[in-house]
């Protein structure tokens, strides 16, 4: 079983940045994939951006059309942490964002953290 547990959200203003990190209660080496999703008010859960690992020892990230280069996935394995480096937030950003990794059959979601973008 893997526990993730995700920071560093908050209240930001428009054009801001904020790093969110998810730490790992195991090795995230055994995770096939994992990213971030989010989830406005009143709206769907939806994907932000994710790591899927590759053939090889790598992984492919995948980004929502929405973010547009502002956002960047990555992963520490030393730390066991993977973060979403968010800049030039918006407004619409706001929402609670999820990390999720997936190891084998299962799926794992941390317990969210709020982020807030004022005008």
């Known amino acids: 079983q893997v526990q993730l547990v995700e920071s560093g959200g908050g209240l930001v203003q428009s054009g801001g940045s904020l790093r969110l990190s998810c730490a790992a209660s195991?090795?995230?080496?055994?995770?096939?994939?994992m990213g971030w999703y989010r989830q406005a008010p009143g709206k769907q859960r939806e994907l932000v951006a994710e790591l899927v690992a590759d053939t090889g020892s790598g992984a492919a990230a995948n980004y929502a059309g929405f973010t547009k280069g502002r956002f960047t996935i990555s992963r520490d394995n030393a730390k066991n942490t993977f973060y979403l480096q968010m800049n030039s937030l918006k407004p619409e950003d706001t929402g609670v964002y999820y990390c999720?990794?997936?190891?084998?059959?299962?799926?794992?979601w941390g317990q969210g953290t709020q982020v807030t973008v004022s005008p």
């Open positions: 999720y990794g997936n190891r084998g059959i299962y799926t794992y």
């Open positions: 195991g090795s995230i080496g055994s995770i096939s994939a």
